[in-house]
């Protein structure tokens, strides 16, 4: 069975830091697409960082490509969200995916390309 489960979520004031895991199970960790996706109230969920846990170049949303790195441990099987300059519109709920295809396939970005999600980790972020 496939698990993925996020930690590391918390309230921060504007300009603050937040490093997101995502641990997985084994089974689907290697040669993966592992990708984190957010979901503010009221908005559609999108893609924010993935990366190919097979090697490769990581993929990251132009919305946050100059504050947060997607970053992998492959001995611990964890995916990891360093989020910096944290702004209030970063506030979501931030959920990790993971795919066998989605990144080499060049729709990282979309949540139908994931047929597995943990239970997601709240950010907020206040001004």
């Known amino acids: 069975q496939v698990h993925l489960v996020e930690s590391g979520g918390g309230s921060v004031q504007a300009g603050g830091t937040l490093r997101l895991s995502c641990v997985a199970s084994?089974?689907?960790?290697?040669?993966?697409?592992m990708a984190w996706f957010r979901q503010a109230p009221g908005k559609e969920r999108e893609g924010v960082a993935a990366?190919?846990?097979?090697?490769?170049?990581?993929n990251i949303a132009d919305s946050v490509r100059d504050r947060f790195t997607i970053s992998q441990d492959n001995a611990k099987n964890t995916l990891y969200l360093q989020m910096d300059t944290l702004k209030p519109e970063d506030t979501a709920m931030y959920y990790c995916?993971?795919?066998?295809?989605?990144?080499?396939?060049?729709?990282?970005?979309?949540?139908?390309?994931?047929?597995?999600w943990g239970q997601g980790t709240q950010v907020t972020v206040s001004s």
């Open positions: 995916a993971a795919d066998t295809s989605a990144c080499l396939a060049g729709n990282w970005d979309r949540t139908y390309e994931y047929p597995y």
């Open positions: 084994r089974t689907i960790y290697t040669r993966y697409c």
């Open positions: 990366i190919y846990t097979g090697g490769g170049r990581a």
